[in-house]
T-cell receptor, first 117, second 112 residues
C-alpha cells in the first residue's frame, strides 16, 4: 500500500530558529502533497497544497514567507518553519495524493510535533 | 465555504456497535472518507465511499451515505478497546477540488 514517511516525529527548537520537516512518499509518486496543522483536540487545518515543480498554493491566512514549502521531486516535499515562535508550536501533518486517484484516499504521514521554546 | 460537521464525543461499551455521524454541505462531493487518528499519530484511512454508492461494508465497518440529506455514517461492529480514537469524516472532489475538507472529529471512547 501507499506509505508516507514524515520526519522528524518530534522537534524542540528555540525561538527565532528555523525547522525543516520532510514528507516522503516511499512507494509511489505523489503529484500533490498537502500540509496541515492540527491544534490540540481540533481538526486538521489545511495550510498549503504543493505540486511537484511548482510553487505551493497557500490557504488564506497562512504566511507563505513563514511556512516555506518545497516540492522538489515527486517523492519529497518539505515544510520549513522560519523564525519560529512559541505560537507556531503545533502538530504538523503532511499527506500525499497519487495522481488523481481519490479512491486510494490521501495517505498521511505520522505527523511532527513542533515545540518552540 | 463548504462545511463538514460531526458530533464531538461518543462513548460505547466493548462489544457493542458504534455509529458515528457526519453531515456535509457540498452536494458535488465525489468521495467521502473516514479516517482514524490515535494519540500523537497521523491519520489512517479506514474506508471511503464514492458519491454514487449508498452503502459499503468492509469487515467490521459499514458506511452509509444518504446523498439527499448529505449524511454519512460509520458503523463499527463489535467495538474493541483498540477502536478508541478520534474519527474524522472528510470529503473531496467537490467545490474544493482535490483538497480534503475535514469534519471536526468525533472522539470515541470504548469502555470495557
Amino acid at each position: 500500500g501507499a506509505v508516507v514517511s514524515q520526519h522528524p516525529s518530534r522537534v524542540i527548537c528555540k525561538s527565532g530558529t528555523s525547522v525543516k520537516i520532510e514528507c516522503r512518499s516511499l512507494d509511489f509518486q505523489a503529484t500533490t502533497m498537502f500540509w496541515y496543522r492540527q491544534f490540540p483536540k481540533q481538526s486538521l487545518m489545511l495550510m498549503a497544497t504543493s505540486n511537484e515543480g511548482s510553487k505551493a498554493t497557500y490557504e488564506q491566512g497562512v504566511e507563505k514567507d513563514k511556512f516555506l514549502i518545497n516540492h522538489a521531486s515527486l517523492t519529497l516535499s518539505t515544510l520549513t518553519v522560519t523564525s519560529a515562535h512559541p505560537e507556531d508550536s503545533s502538530f504538523y501533518i503532511c499527506s500525499a495524493l497519487k495522481g488523481q486517484e481519490y479512491n486510494y484516499g490521501y495517505t498521511f504521514g505520522s505527523g511532527t510535533r513542533l515545540t518552540v521554546v | 465555504g463548504e462545511d463538514v460537521e460531526q458530533s464531538l464525543f461518543l462513548s460505547v461499551r466493548e462489544g457493542d456497535s458504534s455509529v458515528i455521524n457526519c453531515t456535509y454541505t457540498d452536494s458535488s462531493s465525489t468521495y467521502l472518507y473516514w479516517y482514524k487518528q490515535e494519540p500523537g499519530a497521523g491519520l489512517q484511512l479506514l474506508t471511503y465511499i464514492f458519491s454514487n454508492m449508498d452503502m459499503k461494508q468492509d469487515q467490521r465497518l459499514t458506511v452509509l451515505l444518504n446523498k439527499k440529506d448529505k449524511h454519512l455514517s460509520l458503523r463499527i461492529a463489535d467495538t474493541q478497546t483498540g477502536d478508541s480514537a478520534i474519527y474524522f469524516c472528510a470529503e473531496s472532489g467537490g467545490a474544493a477540488g482535490n483538497k480534503l475538507t475535514f469534519g471536526g472529529g468525533t472522539r470515541v471512547l470504548v469502555k470495557p
